[in-house]
């Protein structure tokens, strides 16, 4: 690692509260450099690097730069999200700095050990969760980049030795290209990021780019609808690594787990979801085939608590229960509906969402309104902006409108409590990737004391 980035002596990350980013100032100020960094915002990651003794700034003026960062051994760390004329970005781009995005000092991290890489649109950060945690748990040397909050860790970084690195590979900006993997899955290749790619054609692509990264013998591993080959997972279908006599038992899935080395017998696993059982096989899939040892993988499975805002039981008593939820596109909400009708399939049940980009709004209205349609009860936000400006003709309003249910209705973010309380759905779904999850704490507190 010191060959990597030897002439460097700080790092300063712009954009340091973002999930990705708060990861690596965590791991480079682990190996001793001086660490500091610029966010607009202070949020529960900044407070909790603070308490690292890190630097944090949320003033992007030149003078904001701590002393001794704006010297020529720092290397400057940002996020495609940080618009090109942000002053400190400017200064750091005059030529005489190290400076990247994150994307690629990953892949330089990536490159100083066996690196294995989830990608896909889908299921990417719990996949990766689990897959670090296994490893960690059954002793193997591994350094994990999380794009969550793991139960289990309380962190989105996992620290256990450098030999294996556990990344997400994020296919925004096809950041996934600058990888060089051992090992990798793609769990989904659902078009997405249509404002970036332009055309499904393109997207797929690109996975395919990806893919080729990785180097024989070591396959992809992923569903067996997937256009690519490479070693396949599944449910009941036959896969090298397939999940077999699945049942619900005490509030967890309990199967047998069928591999090219053998079955594994009465393995537990607590997140519900098809989605995540598959997730779940995946990473069983990579450990296994690193040589992790397997007779300590089944406890180390049923030990995974999961991966905050990725089916979060925020709430329960004996009238409701609250999940907080990531799902952003159609087939998240699809999961998430199968995984709640599967546990509660005798229970009415309420979707609170709020959709994340104009452009993704668009591109899937249609898909929106499908998987909405199937909840009892759906509540509408406005659309979360993020990096994007308005579309005419874009609105949460329009997608109201195609939603074939009667009992939807536009709501504001003040009225979520009240409405939830009087509602007769049992089970409630909060789902979204803006800021819809900050608003979780507010309806539970109005739970709790209602």
Same mark, same amino acid.
């Given at each position: 690692?010191?060959?990597?980035?030897?002439?460097?002596?700080?790092?300063?990350?712009?954009?340091?509260?973002?999930?990705?980013?708060?990861?690596?100032a965590r791991y480079f100020k682990a190996r001793g450099f001086a660490v500091?960094?610029?966010?607009?915002?202070?949020?529960?990651?900044?407070?909790?690097?603070?308490?690292?003794?890190?630097?944090?700034?949320?003033?992007?003026?030149?003078?904001?730069?701590?002393?001794?960062?704006?010297?020529?051994?720092?290397?400057?760390?940002?996020?495609?999200?940080?618009?090109?004329?942000?002053?400190?970005?400017?200064?750091?781009?005059?030529?005489?700095?190290?400076?990247?995005?994150?994307?690629?000092?990953?892949?330089?991290?990536?490159?100083?050990?066996?690196?294995?890489?989830?990608?896909?649109?889908?299921?990417?950060?719990?996949?990766?969760?689990?897959?670090?945690?296994?490893?960690?748990?059954?002793?193997?040397?591994?350094?994990?980049?999380?794009?969550?909050?793991?139960?289990?860790?309380?962190?989105?970084?996992?620290?256990?030795?450098?030999?294996?690195?556990?990344? %997400?590979?994020?296919?925004?900006? +096809?950041? !996934?290209?600058?990888?060089?993997? @051992?090992?990798?899955? $793609?769990?989904?290749? #659902?078009?997405?990021?249509?404002?970036?790619?332009?055309?499904?054609?393109?997207?797929?692509?690109?996975?395919?780019?990806?893919?080729?990264?990785?180097?024989?013998?070591?396959?992809?591993?992923?569903?067996?609808?997937?256009?690519?080959?490479?070693?396949?997972?599944?449910?009941?279908?036959?896969?090298?690594?397939?999940?077999?006599?699945?049942?619900?038992?005490?509030?967890?899935?309990?199967?047998?787990?069928?591999?090219?080395?053998?079955?594994?017998?009465?393995?537990?696993?607590?997140l519900p979801g098809h989605h995540n059982l598959l997730n779940a096989i995946?990473?069983?899939?990579?450990?296994?085939?690193?040589?992790?040892?397997?007779?300590?993988?089944?406890?180390?499975?049923? %030990?995974?608590?999961?991966?905050? +805002?990725? !089916?979060?039981?925020?709430?329960? @008593?004996?009238?409701? $229960?609250?999940?907080? #939820?990531?799902?952003?596109?159609?087939?998240?909400?699809?999961?998430?509906?199968?995984?709640?009708?599967?546990?509660?399939?005798?229970?009415?049940?309420?979707?609170?969402?709020?959709?994340?980009?104009?452009?993704?709004?668009?591109?899937?209205?249609?898909?929106?309104?499908?998987?909405?349609?199937?909840?009892?009860?759906?509540?509408?936000?406005?659309?979360?902006?993020?990096?994007?400006?308005?579309?005419?003709?874009?609105?949460?309003?329009?997608?109201?409108?195609?939603?074939?249910?009667?009992?939807?209705?536009?709501?504001?973010?003040?009225?979520?409590?009240?409405?939830?309380?009087?509602?007769?759905?049992?089970?409630?779904?909060?789902?979204?990737?803006?800021?819809?999850?900050?608003?979780?704490?507010?309806?539970?507190?109005?739970?709790?004391?209602?």
């Amino acid at each position: 690692m010191s060959g990597v980035f030897k002439d460097i002596a700080r790092v300063y990350f712009i954009g340091i509260g973002g999930i990705g980013m708060s990861a690596l100032a965590r791991y480079f100020k682990a190996r001793g450099f001086a660490v500091a960094g610029y966010d607009k915002t202070q949020t529960t990651l900044t407070d909790a690097l603070v308490e690292l003794g890190i630097n944090i700034t949320f003033s992007d003026q030149l003078d904001a730069i701590p002393d001794g960062f704006e010297q020529t051994d720092t290397l400057v760390v940002y996020t495609p999200a940080i618009p090109r004329q942000h002053e400190q970005l400017q200064f750091f781009s005059t030529g005489v700095h190290q400076i990247h995005k994150r994307a690629v000092v990953l892949g330089m991290i990536t490159r100083a050990s066996k690196s294995l890489a989830v990608a896909g649109t889908h299921g990417k950060t719990t996949t990766s969760a689990i897959l670090g945690h296994l490893l960690a748990s059954c002793n193997v040397p591994v350094t994990a980049f999380l794009g969550g909050i793991a139960e289990n860790y309380d962190s989105n970084y996992i620290a256990k030795g450098d030999e294996f690195t556990v990344v %997400e590979a994020d296919e925004f900006d +096809r950041s !996934f290209l600058q990888l060089r993997p @051992d090992v990798a899955c $793609v769990t989904a290749m #659902d078009a997405d990021h249509l404002d970036i790619y332009g055309s499904e054609e393109e997207f797929e692509k690109t996975f395919k780019e990806f893919a080729a990264l990785v180097p024989d013998p070591k396959l992809v591993l992923h569903p067996k609808k997937l256009p690519l080959s490479g070693t396949t997972v599944g449910i009941e279908d036959g896969a090298d690594y397939e999940a077999k006599n699945i049942r619900v038992e005490d509030g967890a899935y309990t199967f047998d787990l069928k591999t090219p080395r053998g079955e594994l017998k009465s393995l537990r696993f607590s997140l519900p979801g098809h989605h995540n059982l598959l997730n779940a096989i995946t990473a069983l899939g990579m450990a296994i085939s690193i040589g992790t040892p397997t007779d300590c993988l089944p406890k180390a499975l049923f %030990e995974f608590k999961g991966v905050r +805002r990725r !089916f979060s039981f925020a709430y329960r @008593d004996e009238n409701k $229960v609250l999940i907080d #939820d990531y799902a952003h596109h159609p087939t998240e909400i699809n999961a998430v509906f199968q995984a709640v009708s599967e546990f509660y399939p005798n229970k009415k049940k309420l979707v609170v969402f709020q959709p994340h980009l104009y452009s993704r709004t668009r591109d899937f209205l249609p898909e929106f309104a499908l998987s909405l349609a199937q909840f009892d009860q759906v509540l509408l936000l406005d659309i979360y902006p993020a990096r994007e400006l308005p579309i005419p003709g874009v609105s949460s309003a329009v997608l109201l409108d195609a939603i074939a249910n009667e009992n939807k209705q536009l709501v504001s973010k003040i009225d979520l409590p009240d409405l939830i309380q009087k509602s007769d759905c049992e089970v409630i779904l909060i789902l979204g990737a803006g800021d819809i999850g900050v608003e979780v704490k507010n309806i539970t507190e109005h739970l709790h004391a209602n």
